[in-house]
């Protein structure tokens, strides 16, 4: 071997070390400082921490079991709130097509309407939350009423945006090709709207998810409201942390899901 | 848009807003619906007018505020701290930018009993929970920012001798600065309707407290004051801020 082949030979050998691929590589510093975050918590929730404000992951997961997933009243909190997610998600869906597509449709529609509904969708609706308890009162009604109202907003807006980035041509040579509403909606709108109506659908999730959520822990004398706000009072943090971790994964999975849904659909486009 | 068309754009929303409000004088004073979930006109602007005179309104409204500067200061600073060194190489990008978007999408509304729990019913609950919410679309739209600069300004920049913290100053900061700015808004809207949601769930003061607590006592009346007053605030500040990017658009 000439020197100049060991020194080539030298070089490539770290590459060829390393072994990973990029992605691999970022997904590996990611879970490494996850890792390590998560034993830092650890190690500080074991000594140096205050036991009536934080608890250690080990903690956290001995109560998940013991007493969260143990508890009936709370495993029915978690499941009636990921019911009313659902519900409200789906109304927000078909309530948000509808007034989207009907702002969207025309031209004076659009330049009319779509400022009004940026203009409530501004609006901090959480202001609104008492007014909610007070109309649906505390159960599930007003719950899913508010994740609808939170949820409705986003999927309108950008139903319309998707709309309204129709090549007007389609629409003229469908229109004199004799294409009813319905084929119009079903050939050209639906079609070509839907990276944007995904955007919508996604966001629409994260902010169903806010509102339902909101409506939970504003209602604080049942389901999940009443038990962080006795965890909270009585300085108990393994529960309080293990049901946010329940209620968070949820979350995170449903959010998955909807992103799934947006990549299969989409795909066809690249 | 011609000034035509504006016009008619205009007229349209103005007839809404009219349109809303007649609906509203039209149903509560021919007794369609109960005074408790909308009470009429006339008794929401004497109960906002009581509010202003017995100076409840005043204090009410300084906690609020000053909470939401503190929470959006806090905010931005994190934020913009983050993501300039999150840009320092892309790997650090690529390992950090999903997981702070996607953290993004979990109702971060889940953290508020804890915030409840660290720092009491206080103000300062409020601050950390609106800066938590506050500090993402910050950091997210300035890594967004920093890391499309085109890198040709940069290495000029290197070559001139110009020190890290030149380099943002004078040539990152400065490109990246429109995209900045929309952060900058996303987050003081959500520090703003955090503060309001903090306050609406758990407080011992502020604009929030006072809607929950007109609504457990019935007083319908005082609660529509004050939620008439936000979405004036709101849209009020939207008109400002639009007018303000379009100006600056126009440059």
Known sequence: MTAAQADAAARRAPAARQGFSYATRVRLTRWIIFAGLLLAWEVYGQTLANPRLISPPSGVLYALFSEILADSRIVTAIFESFREVIVAYVASIVLGLAIGLGVGWSNFGRRSFFPIVLLLYAIPQVILLPLFVLIFGIGPACKIAFGISHGVFPIIVNVIAGMRNVNPLYLRSAASMGGSAVDVARHIYFPHMVPSLFTGLRLGMTMTLLGVILAELYVSTQGIGYWTKVYAETFDPAPLLALIAVLALMAIILNSLVRVGERRFTRWRN | ?251
């Not at chain 2, 979990?106 to 019913?121: A, D, E, N, R």
Request: proline share 4%.
């Open chain 2, 1 to 251: 848009m011609s000034d035509a068309s504006t016009f008619t754009t205009r007229s349209i929303q103005i007839a809404f807003v009219a349109i809303m409000i007649g609906v509203w004088y039209g149903v509560t004073t021919t007794g369609s619906v109960t005074p408790l979930f909308l009470p009429p006109i006339d008794a929401v602007k004497s109960a906002f007018v009581r509010l202003v005179q017995t100076g409840q309104f005043w204090s009410a409204v300084r906690v609020t505020l000053t909470t939401i500067a503190q929470a959006w200061l806090i905010a931005v600073v994190m934020g913009i701290l983050v993501a300039y060194l999150v840009t320092r190489s892309k790997f650090l990008v690529a390992v950090f930018e999903p997981v702070i978007a996607s953290t993004f999408a979990i109702p971060l509304t889940l953290l508020f009993p804890l915030f409840i729990l660290f720092f009491g019913i206080g103000p300062n609950s409020k601050v950390a929970y609106a800066a938590t919410y506050g500090f993402f679309p910050v950091a997210l739209n300035t890594i967004a920012g920093l890391s499309s600069v085109n890198e040709h300004y940069l290495r000029a920049a290197r070559s001139m001798g110009a020190s890290g913290f030149d380099t943002f100053r004078h040539v990152l900061f400065p490109a990246a600065f429109p995209v900045i700015l929309t952060g900058l808004r996303v987050s003081f809207f959500i520090s703003f309707a955090s503060v309001l949601g903090g306050e609406t769930l758990s407080s011992a003061a502020g604009i929030g407290k006072n809607i929950a607590l007109a609504a457990e006592l019935m007083e319908p009346a005082r609660m529509y004051a004050w939620i008439v007053f936000v979405i004036c605030t709101t849209v009020t500040l939207n008109f400002v801020v639009s007018a303000f990017e379009n100006r600056r658009r126009e440059y």
